[in-house]
């Protein structure tokens, strides 16, 4: 049974950083794309990174690039968001999914306020 289980998410000011973390099980995690989506009040779920097998290779929404990190550590089935310089628009429930599996976990929720 596939199970990702997201942590890190807290009310932070603007300008600053989190770091969200993401638990896979059920799966072989290091055959699988990782990636992060979020959804905010409103507005559909949208992809905000994702990173390869291997982790040489990510891509970024433009509205996260250069701002946030995805990385993953293959022997401890983890994936991770580096997210600095935090706007308010970056706040949603931030959820972790492997490319092409279906399932979704319970999300972490990042406020970005003053």
């Known amino acids: 049974q596939v199970q990702l289980m997201e942590s890190g998410g807290d009310l932070v000011q603007p300008g600053g950083s989190l770091r969200l973390s993401c638990a896979a099980s059920?799966?072989?995690?290091?055959?699988?794309?990782m990636t992060w989506y979020r959804q905010a009040p409103g507005k559909e779920r949208e992809l905000v990174a994702l990173?390869?097998?291997?982790?040489?290779?990510?891509n970024y929404a433009d509205s996260v690039k250069g701002r946030f990190t995805i990385s993953r550590d293959n022997a401890k089935k983890m994936v991770y968001l580096q997210m600095n310089s935090l706007k308010p628009e970056d706040t949603a429930v931030y959820f972790c999914?492997?490319?092409?599996?279906?399932?979704w976990g319970q999300g972490t929720q990042v406020t970005v306020s003053s």
């Open positions: 059920g799966f072989t995690f290091s055959k699988y794309t």
């Open positions: 990173v390869s097998t291997a982790g040489g290779s990510t």
């Open positions: 999914k492997a490319l092409s599996i279906t399932s």
